[in-house]
């Protein structure tokens, strides 16, 4: 299967899935003043997962100061979803799951398979999506493996210039063929 990544700019691919807190999350719909924020993370078998949506929880507020709402987002099964809550203090986040392999897919994520327990048979690697309200992507940050994640200091102390200074979406243009 070709890998395909969505370039900024472009119309963010459809999100659409169950949230912890009841209703279904469906980026297509959420009106934020400035920014949408999705982290997609691997799920409740990763243990530095855990500790960066513990410091999103924490960093909530200084989005929310930014008019920039978070989501984040799994391919984790409910029963998955519902130890992750029971388990992690991130009551506060707003936490989607069930994400589709065809939706990660279009978003340009990374696909794994179970190396070993306690993963589950398939899941998305880590990624992090900054979506305009109107839809259109400012920025995306990919990953195939779980370390070495964007520090949540710096995306909020670059979301803030870019909004203080009306940045404009960077490496819009296609690969070379």
Avoid at 21 to 37: N, R
Avoid at 47 to 61: D, G, H, T
Avoid at 80 to 95: G, H, T
Wanted: hydrophobic content about 40%; glycine content about 6%; overall charge negative.
């Amino acid at each position: 299967m070709n890998h395909t990544t969505p370039l900024p700019g472009d119309h963010a691919p459809a999100l659409k899935v169950s949230t912890l807190a009841g209703p279904t999350l469906d980026l297509s719909v959420v009106t934020p003043k400035s920014f949408s924020v999705v982290f997609f993370y691997r799920g409740v078998h990763c243990p530095i997962c855990k500790s960066q949506m513990q410091e999103l929880a924490e960093k909530l507020p200084d989005f929310d100061a930014l008019g920039i709402e978070v989501h984040a987002v799994s391919m984790d099964s409910a029963e998955r979803a519902k130890r992750q809550s029971d388990e992690w203090k991130i009551a506060d986040l707003p936490v989607g799951y069930g994400l589709a392999e065809e939706s990660a897919r279009a978003w340009g994520l990374f696909i794994s398979t179970k190396a070993k327990d306690p993963e589950p048979d398939l899941f998305a690697e880590p990624g992090i999506a900054v979506v305009y309200p109107d839809g259109r992507i400012y920025a995306l940050y990919l990953q195939n493996v779980p370390f070495a994640r964007p520090r949540l200091d710096d995306l909020l102390g670059g979301l803030k210039f870019v909004l203080a200074n009306d940045y404009p979406v960077r490496g819009s243009l296609p690969a070379a063929a």
